[in-house]
């Protein structure tokens, strides 16, 4: 029911609890709840996730040009804010493992009941939402025609929209209070009904509110045929694993009906200036090598430069002298090396596929690479060989499924985010069965999920990462050109002579082995590839040429910034780098998204 009504009014075919970030809201609000005020929750947290959720939608829905938002802006919007919101409730659970405890579980989207109290505390407020909702649904039929056309009909849309959300946020919240966010059914089930032939909101509320029962049954007893054991399977990753395919479906049968054309350059970072190179490279090496010095120089206790230099130049505390050179400056060499393969990777699907939100993490590339090695792990157990090589063949496998996606959708740029955001969520929820499944320890399962450079040095560096750098970073720098021509359009790159699909192919691919030798030295860091080319475009304009030393520089830089301030933050507790980058990164995006609206 919720996802009828947020389809309605958002006018976004599109919408629901998960893809317009609500889900994410209401579950960090409740974490968050449970460590700083765990006296507000009352009523199995009720209160918290509703409000959680109505302030996400709010964010949404603003920062995506509310009433003038189209579907895939406000999706994009959905995904980002989902994105930090996931990063901030990482950071919780890492740091308060115990206050948090069982919340993963319950987070992934849970039916386990031990007695009827969840089904009596739910059935009051579902019901009382069923009936704002039907009552609402005269004027949602009349909404449906257009607000000019529903206000010219003497309704007042702002009461009808308020009203409506409040319900349907209202009945989300219950939900995951109650099971957790179980994503993908306010999808789903309002489609079966609308693709039945049935227009009347009546109808289609009362018919979803069936099917969506029906759909959430057939996923928790799929969960339980996958493991007929006691400890079941989350029931919102199985839906996930349903509800992800179905998303790929409707945007490749829908893009041209519901989309047609879309603006490439949503996102896009617009030049502010261009700047010479000879002043650019120089003045971003010297940021590097500044970060290098306040990283190698910086502690537990903070950043101490005279220590540094009393103990590198002394005689004295050989201990400290083989803690900066071996664990300090491996660590900041992998992390600054880690950026700049990022950031390559992320210019090249950016160019490549013609969408400024093109990224290793955002089209699914670092998910599957989780997932492979997440499988690698379950099935051959921890090892310091196959794990990696595991989110290798991960990465790969969903590279090829995007670039097959991307062929069916001629390579729309805002039909590309929405098939990436469909290919993350299958990851993301294969990624949450293998936890659950290996039974391994959330802590370490977030802090690997959400990338980091702990206890990482040479031998990743000598492994993973200095054979990307050393045979494709070459390649590119001949290649990269490539990108500007298949800017100016197919068929002006064929009157050019350019072999289009094979010249597409190459980049992307050289980009994806980028990406995964990363994911496997690194694990999912995100933001990279998308922060260091739209700054770089800033700075240095939109030719790739000029973008692709610039990018390199800044994403090395990025990453190095995060890897100090992981360590330091709170130390000696330590914040994976990935999670410094989202919670910088998705700021940033909301920020120029709404700039751009």
């Known amino acids: 029911m919720a996802g009828v009504v947020l389809q309605t009014v958002t006018k976004n075919p599109l919408a629901s609890a998960s893809t317009l970030g609500i889900h994410s809201g209401t579950y960090f609000a409740v974490v968050a709840s449970t460590v700083f005020l765990p006296a507000a929750l009352f009523d199995n947290a009720l209160f918290v996730a509703f409000l959680g959720g109505l302030g996400t939608f709010f964010i949404v829905f603003v920062l995506s040009g509310g009433n003038n938002a189209t579907p895939v802006r ?23 493992e115990t206050e948090t405890a069982g919340l993963f579980l319950w987070g992934a989207g849970t039916l386990v009941q031990n007695d009827w109290s969840g089904v009596r505390f739910s059935i009051p407020f579902v019901l009382i939402s069923l009936a704002v909702i039907l009552v609402m649904s ?3 039929d009349t909404l449906g025609l257009g607000d000019d056309v529903a206000a010219g009909l003497g309704q007042n849309i702002q009461a009808v929209k308020f009203f409506s959300i ?23 089930a309002p489609h079966i009904i609308k693709l039945l032939g049935y227009r009347k909101h009546i109808l289609i509320v009362i018919a979803s509110f069936i099917w969506g029962g029906n759909v959430l049954l057939f996923a928790d007893i799929l969960a339980r045929i996958i493991d007929p054991s006691f400890s079941e399977l989350p029931v919102g990753a199985i839906s996930a694993l349903i509800g992800s395919p179905w998303l790929i479906w409707l945007v490749l049968r829908m893009h041209r009906k519901q989309y047609g054309k879309q603006d490439s350059s949503v996102m896009a970072g617009r030049p502010a200036g261009k700047v010479s190179l000879r002043v650019l490279l120089p003045v971003l090496t010297g940021l590097i090598a500044v970060m290098f010095f306040v990283s190698l120089a910086s502690g537990n206790y903070g950043f101490e430069p005279i220590t540094f230099f009393q103990t590198i130049f002394g005689n004295s505390n050989e201990f400290e002298k083989n803690l900066i050179v071996d664990f300090r400056f491996s660590r900041a060499l992998l992390a600054l090396l880690a950026g700049m393969i990022l950031a390559a990777s992320g210019l090249v699907f950016q160019g490549v596929l013609r969408n400024p939100l093109a990224d290793p993490s955002v089209i699914g590339i670092t998910s599957g690479g989780g997932a492979g090695a997440l499988l690698t792990m379950y099935v051959f157990g921890v090892s310091g060989i196959w794990i990696p090589i595991g989110a290798m063949a991960g990465s790969i496998l969903f590279f090829f499924l995007v670039m097959l996606f991307a062929v069916r959708a001629g390579f729309q740029p805002a039909i590309l985010a929405l098939l990436g955001i469909g290919v993350s969520a299958f990851g993301s929820a294969v990624i949450q069965v293998l936890v659950v499944q290996a039974d391994i320890t959330v802590t370490s399962a977030l802090t690997w999920l959400s990338g980091t450079t702990y206890a990482k040095g040479w031998s990743e560096i000598t492994t993973y990462l200095i054979w990307p750098i050393a045979v494709v970073f070459p390649f590119l720098f001949m290649r990269i050109s490539i990108s500007d021509t298949l800017s100016l359009g197919d068929d002006t790159a064929k009157g050019l002579g350019m072999k289009v699909m094979a010249a597409r192919f190459q980049l992307a691919f050289s980009a994806a082995v980028l990406a995964a030798f990363c994911v496997a030295a690194v694990g999912s860091i995100g933001f990279i590839g998308l922060i260091a080319p739209h700054a770089a475009r800033l700075l240095a304009g939109p030719s790739n040429q000029r973008l692709l030393p610039v990018s390199i520089l800044i994403g090395g830089l990025l990453l190095l910034a995060a890897d100090t301030l992981s360590r330091t933050l709170l130390a000696p507790n330590e914040i994976p780098s990935g999670t410094i980058v989202a919670i910088i990164g998705a700021p940033y995006f909301l920020w120029l998204m709404k700039k751009n609206a």
């Not at 919007?77 to 990482?90: D, H, K, P, Q, R």
């Not at 409040?166 to 789903?188: C, D, E, H, Q, R």
């Open 74 to 96: 406000m999706v994009l919007a959905g995904m980002i804010v989902t994105l930090l919101f996931s990063s901030l409730t990482n950071v919780l659970q890492i740091f308060y």
């Open 138 to 140: 005269f004027k949602l």
């Open 166 to 188: 409040i319900a349907a946020v209202m009945l989300t919240s219950v939900t995951v209070s109650v099971v957790g966010p179980i994503g993908f059914v306010g999808l789903i």
